[in-house]
């Protein structure tokens, strides 16, 4: 799998690798190397990652949300982290959070940390971003009401998308970043049993490795 130094899309990626047992590498590119060749011309046009290389199929797929179907749909065939296809309501369910992930709580915060960083003085950027992101943490606080997991009773890689991006929220948001305890209750409360999971803590440390240092 192609990474990058910081930055959670990779490592949602990683968290179905490690709740399937399915071995994977990681290869980190500087920022800077993935907006040329040989980057854009053997990996990803787009300048991003992640990308899958899969030597076991020969596959080669950018973008993260693909990559975690192609994923469940190669490796996950005990649906341990997903729904089968003839479980249409549960499958259906697992997409919808995905996409709420990938399309704004992704989204959301990476456009707040970059015009913190690059345009402070855009409060309505800041804003519209800030409650963007708060938004989405609305949502799964509703969605989490009488539940435990947000899909058929279990974790499923709808609820494990979104924990890279939470583990980073308080670094984007800064002394803005908002009490999950006191604020959204549920969430905290799935969040954390989340972050106990051994996949959780193996991402987390492998991640790690690859911050640079400062």
């Given amino acids: 799998m192609q990474s990058k130094p910081i930055g959670p899309n990779p490592w949602k990626v990683a968290l179905i690798f490690e709740e399937l047992s399915v071995p994977y590498t990681v290869k980190v590119w500087d920022t800077q190397d993935q907006k040329k060749p040989p980057f854009t011309t053997t990996l990803n046009p787009n300048g991003l990652t992640p990308v899958l290389e899969d030597p076991n199929t020969g596959v080669k797929i950018y973008e993260s949300g693909a990559i975690i179907d192609y994923v469940l749909f190669t490796y996950d065939k005990e649906y341990k982290v997903s729904f089968p ?9 697992m997409m919808q959070f995905s996409f709420l992930q990938a399309t704004m709580q992704g989204p959301a915060l990476s456009n707040h940390f970059y ?5 402070p003085s855009n409060s309505v950027a800041k804003k519209r971003f800030f409650d963007q992101s708060m938004t989405v943490l609305s949502v799964l606080e509703s969605e989490l ?8 009773g279990k974790c499923s890689a709808a609820d ?9 929220m308080s670094r984007i948001l800064g002394e ?12 905290n409360t799935w969040y954390e049993k989340l972050l106990t999971r051994e996949s959780v803590k193996a991402v987390g440390e492998e991640r ?7």
Avoid: C, I
């Avoid at 009401?145 to 058929?152: D, F, I, P, R, S």
């Fill in 85 to 93: 296809v003839s479980d249409a309501q549960n499958r259906g369910l």
């Fill in 115 to 119: 015009f913190v960083r690059t345009d």
């Fill in 176 to 187: 803005d970043s908002p009490d999950l305890a006191e604020k959204y209750p549920l969430v």
């Fill in 160 to 168: 494990l998308v979104f924990v890279p991006y939470l583990q980073s």
């Fill in 208 to 214: 790690a490795k690859h911050v640079p240092k400062v």
């Fill in 145 to 152: 009401q009488g539940k435990e997991y947000l899909v058929g």
